[in-house]
């Protein structure tokens, strides 16, 4: 069973930053890609920034410029760098890590952590 665990969540200022980590019970090299979601109260979850196999970044169109997605394969662990936070930031996160069989997509997520910036 693949586990996904996040930490470094927790209550932050506007302005300021915070960090992220996910930790895989197995090497982040056997997942296609890595990624971190958020989900605020009431609205559906969305994806935040994504990292490939190959390294690829993409980030949602709110946190460009802001946050940075990175990874360490020797410790299998995905990192979330999240600066100048503004409360719209405000939401529990979500690590997602998945890799591709035969016609089948597996999909595995962490427990979350909450974030709350405050204004």
């Known amino acids: 069973q693949v586990q996904l665990v996040e930490s470094g969540g927790g209550l932050v200022q506007a302005g300021g930053s915070l960090k992220l980590s996910c930790a895989a019970s197995i090497s982040a090299r056997s997942f296609s890609a890595m990624g971190w979601y958020r989900q605020a109260p009431e609205k559906q979850r969305e994806l935040v920034a994504q990292?490939?196999?190959?390294?690829?970044?993409n980030y949602a169109d709110s946190v460009k410029g802001r946050f940075t997605i990175s990874r360490d394969f020797a410790k299998s662990t995905m990192y979330l760098q999240m600066n100048s936070l503004k409360p719209a930031d405000t939401a529990v996160y979500y690590c997602?890590?998945?890799?591709?069989?035969?016609?089948?997509?597996?999909?595995?997520w962490g427990q979350g952590t909450q974030v709350t910036v405050s204004s």
């Open positions: 990292i490939t196999s190959g390294g690829t970044t």
């Open positions: 997602n890590a998945y890799h591709l069989g035969p016609n089948t997509k597996y999909d595995y």
